[in-house]
């Protein structure tokens, strides 16, 4: 697994967590607050930032 793995493991178990845990919509607003809120980030930054994140990921110089 890559360092980033566990975290998107973790992230997936406490959704299906929540959905089932917590009553209706309240569990799949958080599941979809688990979800949305790393995409809302990467959306939001501009491409020559997603560029050097990308670059960053795969250990190559900017």
């Not at 949305?36 to 960053?56: E, F, H, M, Y």
């Amino acid at each position: 697994m890559s360092n980033r793995g566990p975290y998107i493991a973790a992230g997936i178990v406490l959704g299906i967590i929540a959905v089932w845990v917590l009553p209706g919509w309240i569990g799949w607003l958080v599941f979809a607050a688990l979800v949305g809120a790393p995409v809302v980030a990467w959306l939001t930054l501009d491409k020559s930032q997603r560029r050097r994140i990308r670059n960053i990921n795969r250990r190559r110089l900017p």
